[in-house]
């Protein structure tokens, strides 16, 4: 079945470490997004990538990371500069970018909830 | 610049009555429009979306949205609610340029009561 494979499901961080959580698509999307999830906030962007070995910025990148080097994947990293980090992490792909593909449905994986101790 | 606004956090119904689930939007030109569901601990489920034509749109599950250009709204409704549909609904907006980034909500938890 084709969809979006998000792991690990739960992690725990210390302050001051770095995490990656990861994202795989073999739906053969060529946009992928990161969003994080915080109650009564909805989902605010945080990084989104249209090609491969590109990505730009979205609403609140910063203290993360993200790396686009095939089609299939799409890792986040959460760096020790990510202040709050605690939040339920939701990855998303849809096909087709630009105007023509506005309309296209986002899928999204079932998310990974990072909680920092 | 786009912005959803969905003024219930929280909105409760008896199972068998109609719900509706509010939602209003801001974009430059005419909008894509999308409902999505979360169930608890899950990613999004997409429900429906409008993108030009009949203002009445027909989705997953018996729920429907109406496009009111004139209100900017994008309300989702269902004509009989079931315990079943108790979950987080996210109204999302993209505009039609080559930006193309999709604009969520708040969100608005529906419980529906037996």
């Known amino acids: 079945d084709g969809g979006i494979t998000q792991s690990p499901k739960y992690l725990f961080r210390k302050e001051g470490q770095n995490v990656t959580l990861s994202c795989e698509q073999n739906l053969n999307h060529d946009a992928m997004y990161w969003y994080r999830q915080d109650p009564g906030q909805g989902l605010r962007l945080i990084y989104y990538?249209?090609?491969?070995?590109?990505?730009q910025k979205g609403d609140i990148a910063e203290g993360y990371s993200v790396s686009r080097e095939k089609k299939e994947s799409f890792p986040l990293t959460v760096t020790s500069a990510q202040k709050n980090p605690t939040a339920f992490y939701l990855c998303?792909?849809?096909?087709?970018?630009?105007?023509?593909?506005?309309?296209?449905?986002?899928?999204f994986g079932a998310g990974s909830r990072l909680t920092v101790l | 610049a786009q912005s959803v606004a969905q003024p219930e956090d929280q909105v409760n119904v008896a199972e068998g009555n109609p719900l509706t689930v509010k939602c209003t939007y801001s974009v430059s030109g005419n909008p894509y429009l999308f409902w999505y569901v979360q169930y608890p601990n899950r990613g999004l489920q997409f429900l429906l979306k409008y993108i030009t034509g009949d203002n009445l749109v027909k989705g997953s599950y018996g729920f429907e949205a109406e496009f009111n250009k004139s209100q900017t709204s994008f309300h989702l409704k269902k004509p009989s609610a079931l315990v079943s549909d108790s979950a987080l609904y996210f109204c999302?907006?993209?505009?039609?340029?080559?930006?193309?980034?999709?604009?969520f909500g708040t969100g608005t938890r529906l419980t529906v009561i037996p």
């Open positions: 999302a907006v993209r505009d039609r340029t080559g930006a193309n980034n999709l604009f």
């Open positions: 990538s249209q090609i491969v070995n590109d990505f």
């Open positions: 998303a792909s849809k096909t087709g970018t630009g105007g023509l593909g506005g309309a296209n449905v986002l899928t």
